[in-house]
């Protein structure tokens, strides 16, 4: 019998190890899109391309500011027709494992080219769309992105809007708001998160400085009223946005929620979410929240100096995890400028109008060790 040496039984430790720390998403690239159409639809279906899929969670999104500092080392102006091999070779500088780049022409045609390197023989694949309306940049980069690898298939199950019913109405009347510090009085209860950035926002008597959140003791008409306050300069603004999460809420099976609030926006686009978490061991053995649910309220823009209040409902589920603790995201990207919030109300409105039927949603090989 052969006995194992001390330094074998040390190395298939750290074998093992390595073997249950989670691999690292790839690296995905989109390059400026180039053409003569405008600028305004150019930039936007770019950013459309990187937010939605690095809301998706299943790559590693490089910033849109990064990839316009990678483009500005290239010879000529990067297009649709740009070399396979020029576009690798910017590529390296960012380590990208996915490189996306094409153009949008005067006709509106959007072309675009993908080459995953992580192919055996890795070629470029090219795809051609029709921009005709205003909102086809969303639908359009969609169907462009569900044809990465590990990226399934989007929906939109929660833009209902309200629904209107006595029941529900009621409720809204009677129940509690589920938020706490909604109307930001105190410090704290709320989270803000900027890149690696992780912080709980605290009260000040002044805007925030450029890329960070607080509690903004705002003067209205004589009288002060406590808001969040976000300033986003265009590096955070063009590349993954901003966001500040409430503390965890108990979520109560087959329940719809209506959120509402109140924002002001000299230039920023919202995208509030309400999200829901289950409950899991993770690698350290410690009871963690999983992210199964993102109910989007539809994204809003600048308000022209003016308090405008949004109502949405959400019924938080998932086809395989309950759906525990709830945590409204209030989330804001697209343009520099800054935003407030006010009065964030969370309530229970009787059950749930809808059941998920999301094909995107795979169920997982296992269920997570702490998932009831």
């Known amino acids: 019998m052969i ?20 691999a690292s998403k790839p690296k995905i ?61 910017l590529g390296k500088l960012v380590d990208a494992d996915v490189l996306v780049w094409g153009d949008i022409n005067g006709a509106n045609e959007m072309r675009i080219k993908i080459l995953d390197l992580r192919d055996k023989d890795p070629k470029p694949r090219e795809l ?40 529900a109405d009621a409720l809204w009347k009677k129940n509690s708001n ?27 008597d002044t805007l925030p400085a450029v890329d960070k959140v607080n509690i903004y003791r705002l003067n209205e008409g ?36 209506r959120i509402s609030f109140r924002y002001k926006s000299d230039g920023p686009t919202l995208h509030v979410f309400v999200k829901g978490y289950t409950l899991y061991d993770n690698i350290k053995g410690e009871l963690a929240e999983r992210d199964v649910f993102k109910g989007p309220v539809p994204p809003s823009g600048k308000t022209g100096g003016k308090w405008v209040t949004v109502v949405h409902d959400v019924n938080p589920q998932h086809v395989e995890f309950p759906v525990q603790t709830l945590r409204v995201d209030l989330y804001a990207y697209l343009s520099p ?20 039927k999301d094909e995107a949603i795979k169920k997982p090989l296992s269920r997570p060790k702490g998932a009831k």
Not at 13 to 19: P, T
Not at 58 to 82: H, N, R
Not at 222 to 244: H, T
Request: hydrophobic share 40%.
């Open 3 to 22: 006995r194992p040496t001390l330094l074998s039984l040390v190395l298939l430790i750290a074998a093992a190890a390595g073997a249950a720390e989670p």
């Open 29 to 89: 690239a989109f390059f400026p899109l180039g053409g003569n159409a405008k600028e305004e639809l150019r930039e936007k279906s770019g950013f459309s391309l990187r937010a939605k899929l690095d809301r998706v969670d299943s790559y590693e999104v490089i910033d849109g500011p990064k990839m316009l500092e990678i483009s500005a080392e290239a010879k000529e102006p990067i297009g649709f027709d740009t070399s396979a091999d020029a576009i690798c070779e």
């Open 128 to 167: 051609k769309k029709v921009i005709k309306e205003e909102t086809d940049p969303r639908f359009i980069s969609e169907e462009v992105l569900e044809t990465l690898k590990g990226v399934g298939k989007f929906e939109h199950p929660s833009e209902e809007g309200v629904t209107n019913d006595a029941t």
């Open 178 to 204: 589920l938020v706490k510090n909604f109307d930001f009085t105190s410090a704290g209860s709320w989270q803000a998160i900027f890149e690696a950035q992780k912080y709980d926002v605290q009260i000040s």
């Open 222 to 257: 004589g009288k002060i009223n406590n808001v969040l306050a976000m300033n986003l300069s265009r590096y955070c603004a063009e590349g993954n946005g901003m966001a500040c999460l409430s503390e965890s809420i108990k979520s109560e099976p087959d329940t719809r929620y």
């Open 337 to 356: 400028g800054r935003v407030m919030f006010d009065d964030v109300v969370l309530k229970a409105v009787g059950k749930q109008t809808r059941q998920t």
